[in-house]
């Protein structure tokens, strides 16, 4: 791949690994050769191993648990391609960690998403592509263009398939009202009515039902939310619907943060499958049977070729 007379590279980092093979796999180029790794005081070192000058870069990296760490990789990597010449750079995060700290709830509280964006801007970013970001606005926290994709068009897309021609037997939920616009896209992605479920937050991570928008007596419902970290407002939404008449849940969301015992509670929840993108590598200790993770790498790769050769990249939001 040689558009516009700039050759492709891509590299990964730590946590990016695995998707940015398969990307590779998917653009049928090779993935960049590169070292990621610590000084003995635990400073990041990176090395790149091949030229780079006057190539399109794209550098693969969720900034994930440990964020910091992962963080610091993405954007040392980014300096060492601006520094060593490359056209482009692109910084492909599969999850953008601090995103949820995208406002000043409390006085004198930061606002950590913009911060993040600034480092990321100022280590010589050109781009961002990313996917599912938890508060759309943090793409105006950025001077550069920023993709941001879309998780219902992949989730949706499996589902469908399964269900088959049982779709009418299914009702689509949100878990709050802050999701109501991505379940409704996937509602309508698969053709399933729309319930919400509407509940307030007394404190951070904790989460209380307080009543259901809809009818979802005698169905089988489909939880859709942009990710899960400690699962309660999963479970506890869960729970709520089946003492309302469902007969069973299935949740879908794109990012498996899984943090704390969100593990355990959904092992013990009555949710008989979680459908997951593999934005964030799960453990092996965490891996339940109850996940099934989808490849998010087919969807970067399209967005990535589209980029390179100036092409729209606005088809894959819809």
């Known amino acids: 791949m040689a558009a516009h007379g700039k050759k492709i590279k891509i590299f990964a980092c730590s946590s990016g ?6 990307i590779c796999q ?28 006057g190539c399109e870069c794209f550098i693969v990296q969720s900034t994930c648990a440990p964020v910091n760490d992962n963080l610091m990789e993405l954007l040392i990597m980014v300096d060492a391609m601006k520094r060593a010449s490359a056209a482009q750079i692109t910084a492909v995060i599969p999850y953008f960690g601090y995103a949820r700290q995208d406002r000043k709830a409390r006085a004198r509280d930061p606002i ?51 269900l088959g021609e049982h779709v009418e037997d299914y009702v689509v939920v949100s878990p709050d009202l802050g999701s109501v616009s991505r379940a409704r896209m996937f509602a309508g992605r698969i053709g399933c009515p729309l319930a919400i479920v509407d509940k307030r937050r007394p404190r951070p ?12 007596k005698g169905k089988k419902i489909l ?27 299935t949740a879908c969301a794109t990012h ?3 943090s704390g015992p969100a593990v355990e509670r959904i092992r013990e929840s009555p949710i008989r499958e979680v459908i997951l993108l593999d934005t964030i590598p799960i453990p092996q200790e965490k891996m339940l049977d109850k996940f099934t993770v989808l490849p998010v790498a087919p969807h970067f790769a399209e967005a990535v070729e589209r980029i390179y050769r100036d092409r729209p990249v606005s088809p894959l939001f819809v």
Do not use: W, Y
């Open 112 to 162: 950590s998403a913009k911060l993040v964006a600034d480092l990321i801007t100022a280590s010589g970013a050109d781009r961002v592509l990313t996917i599912d970001l938890h508060a759309a606005q943090i793409q105006g926290f950025f001077n550069i263009p920023v993709d941001h994709l879309l998780g219902v068009p992949v989730l949706a897309a499996f589902v469908k398939e399964r």
């Open 26 to 53: 998917c653009l049928g180029i090779p993935l960049g050769k590169s070292e990621v790794g610590k000084f003995s005081d635990g400073e990041t070192a990176v090395s790149l191993l091949e030229t780079v000058r």
């Open 256 to 258: 498996g943060v899984l």
């Open 205 to 216: 991570n904790v989460s209380e039902v307080v009543n259901i928008i809809g009818d979802v």
């Open 17 to 22: 690994e695995e998707t940015a093979k398969r």
């Open 223 to 249: 939880l859709v939310d942009d990710m899960i970290d400690t699962a309660g407002t999963l479970c506890g939404a869960a729970q709520a619907l089946l003492q309302q008449g469902a007969v069973e849940v």
